[in-house]
């Protein structure tokens, strides 16, 4: 698999489908307004969202229900992306309403797959980093096996880690890869939100940018890994 036209083929897949990068910046300004209130009420930490509180800076973290909420939130969005850049890598194009659509139709395995592991990474991240990370590899292709093989949820866990564990280089190499984009994308989004309201609106751009980006290089990364058989489970 050639890791590298998987990178660049998603950067031409987005140029053209630009309506991808909508439902993570709806999802990032839906997060950061429940930051605020939760701020406000002292169960967020100021340092997220910036707003002092009395209650919240006497908080070291934010509770562990919050966190995982968040989490389901991010995951029903990446699985609209996913929708979407499965249709315009099937179709040549798509749509907002397509998108919506399709995960809506898969709503109750997309639901409980996001639950099951959102609860995985938070608990596993709050061991340490490195086990959450590990968990983040062995699931990311959970979603797009819901969207793409109508999968039930445990199965398209499965699924993932199976095609990790037997694309083992070529994952690492993707998986790698979206993190030091993760990276670059942090460090943008920290001096941005320091710059009001301007900034703060291009950071929910680079959000959605970075967020639409990642979702069709795992979706064509699936696609690439399947079209060769699974060897058989031990």
Do not use: C
Not at 9 to 14: C, E, G, P, V, Y
Not at 161 to 188: K, T
Request: no cysteine; charged share 10%.
């Amino acid at each position: 698999m050639d890791t590298k036209l998987i990178f660049k083929k998603s950067i031409d897949t987005l140029k053209d489908n630009f309506i991808i990068i909508v439902p993570p910046m709806i999802t990032s300004l839906i997060i950061t307004l429940l930051l605020l209130l939760l701020a406000k009420s002292g169960v967020a930490p100021a340092a997220v969202t910036g707003v002092k509180t009395g209650a919240s800076d006497q908080m070291t973290g934010m509770p562990f229900i919050v966190g995982i909420l968040f989490l389901i939130l991010w995951a029903m969005s990446h699985s609209v992306v996913v929708a979407m850049a499965k249709e315009a890598l099937d179709a040549g194009g798509t749509t907002f309403n397509s998108g919506i659509q399709k995960a809506t139709d898969k709503s109750g395995s997309l639901i409980a797959a996001s639950v099951f592991v959102s609860i995985i990474i938070m608990v596993t991240i709050s061991l340490f980093i490195i086990p959450g990370l590990v968990a983040s590899f062995l699931l990311m292709f959970t979603f797009v096996g819901i969207i793409s093989e109508n999968l039930r949820p445990l199965d398209a866990m499965k699924k993932s880690f199976a095609l990790v564990r037997n694309n083992l280089r070529d994952s690492a190499v993707i998986f790698l890869g979206i993190l030091l984009l993760g990276f670059l994308y942090a460090f943008a989004s920290l001096i941005l939100i320091r710059v009001p309201i301007l900034g703060q609106l291009i950071s929910l751009g680079v959000t959605g940018t970075f967020w639409g980006y990642i979702s069709i290089v795992i979706v064509i990364a699936y696609h690439e890994m399947v079209k060769t058989p699974l060897p058989p489970s031990a």
